[in-house]
């Protein structure tokens, strides 16, 4: 016989036709209402900018008189804000362990969507971490996505290629994974990577486009107008600035901008620094050992053991900004822009975790801990 009747398992999923195809309307709509939302809010700040300056007379004369009231009403304008932000935060609900009665499948390409990866890729703190996981997929797991993942994938590529073109930072960066991607496509072989032919056809015009855009950037040098310039600060402030570097390959294209910088990158103190930023004392103290007993009391050649170090521990890696997961909801999320967690919403949970310490129940997922939430 067959089952007539409605599903109790499931509601099933209502999808939307878009210009790029099927999408699941929930996560559509989540979408854009959190870029709405973005976009409102920037609106209405701007506006409140405008009718502050316009009105400054007016209200520096109601501050004297009325400013515990003008405090309370900034609070809870504030308030109000945060409380709209947070019920629109882009966050991804996920399984970390299926039971008999719970069995789980975490999609990657709605994970993408849920936690606005493509407009995280304009954000300078999340521009690394979001590359980094580009780099990881491209890499090593491309021919192994599904066709919605693949298409999730290399729209975040062309809008890393479009916030390079205009911040003309990271460009190298770009260029390292568009050389993957053409390997990629040259080492195609039957079977491989997943996908139909229309779909590949969709997949090489993004291609294209996002080649076009590398193509076409050139790094424009500051105006006449624009002063101080690099090259005319004093030595202590450049000194400062590539200090600052937690890559040798900028210090090494450092050295070649100008002979000030080539002299300075040339100091054992930047190298230290670096090989302090990313080793521990034993790590360093260990490859210290193995020089000669000759040369170990006086000089330490820091750029020679910084590549030793390099070669035998890795580099250190670090982002400004990194997925969390909540040990309370099992959900991802951005840490500046929180979620909606069940602990804030539920006072017994909260009972339960007063003698808790609230930093640990928020863990940053590195890049390559997060790809191992999904069947890739």
């Not at 039957?190 to 229309?198: A, T």
């Amino acid at each position: 016989m067959p089952f007539i009747s409605k599903d109790w398992r499931s509601p099933g999923e209502e999808w939307v036709k878009t210009e790029e195809g099927w999408e699941k309307k929930k996560i559509l709509e989540c979408g854009r209402r959190f870029a709405s939302l973005q976009q409102e809010n920037l609106d209405a700040r701007r506006q409140k900018c405008i009718a502050e300056v316009n009105s400054r007379r007016s209200w520096e004369k109601r501050f004297s008189t009325s400013m515990h009231l003008t405090v309370k009403e900034r609070r809870k304008d504030m308030e109000e804000d945060e409380k709209r932000i947070r019920a629109l935060q882009p966050h991804c609900h996920i399984t970390i362990k299926c039971t008999k009665e719970i069995a789980g499948f975490n999609g990657l390409s709605d994970a993408f969507k849920r936690l606005d990866f493509r407009s995280a890729v304009h954000d300078v703190r999340r521009f690394n971490y979001i590359c980094k996981l580009l780099d990881l997929l491209i890499s090593h797991k491309l021919t192994t996505l599904s066709g919605c993942a693949q298409k999730v994938l290399f729209n975040m590529l062309e809008e890393v290629a479009y916030q390079v073109s205009a911040s003309q930072q990271n460009i190298h960066l770009l260029n390292k994974l568009l050389r993957q991607v053409q390997m990629m496509i040259d080492c195609a072989c039957w079977g491989r990577p997943l996908g139909s032919s229309q779909l590949w056809e969709n997949h090489l015009a993004t291609i294209n486009r996002i080649l076009a855009i590398a193509n076409r950037i050139q790094i424009r040098e500051p105006g006449e107008e624009v002063f101080p310039k690099l090259e005319n600060m004093p030595e202590e402030c450049v000194r400062e600035v590539l200090l600052r570097l937690a890559d040798h390959k900028d210090l090494e294209a450092s050295a070649q901008a100008c002979a000030v910088m080539s002299r300075l990158c040339d100091e054992q103190r930047i190298w230290r620094e670096l090989c302090r930023f990313h080793f521990t004392p034993h790590q360093i103290a260990a490859v210290l050992s193995q020089q000669p007993a000759a040369n170990r009391p006086h000089i330490t050649d820091w750029q020679l053991a910084y590549h030793k170090l390099r070669k035998s521990f890795g580099l250190r890696e670090e982002y400004a900004e990194m997925i969390q997961l909540c040990r309370n909801c099992r959900c991802l999320f951005w840490k500046s822009i929180g979620h909606p967690c069940i602990a804030d919403s539920d006072p017994e949970f909260q009972g339960k975790l007063e003698d808790v310490d609230k930093n640990s129940l928020h863990v940053p997922i590195p890049p390559q801990a997060f790809l191992k939430f999904f069947s890739l």
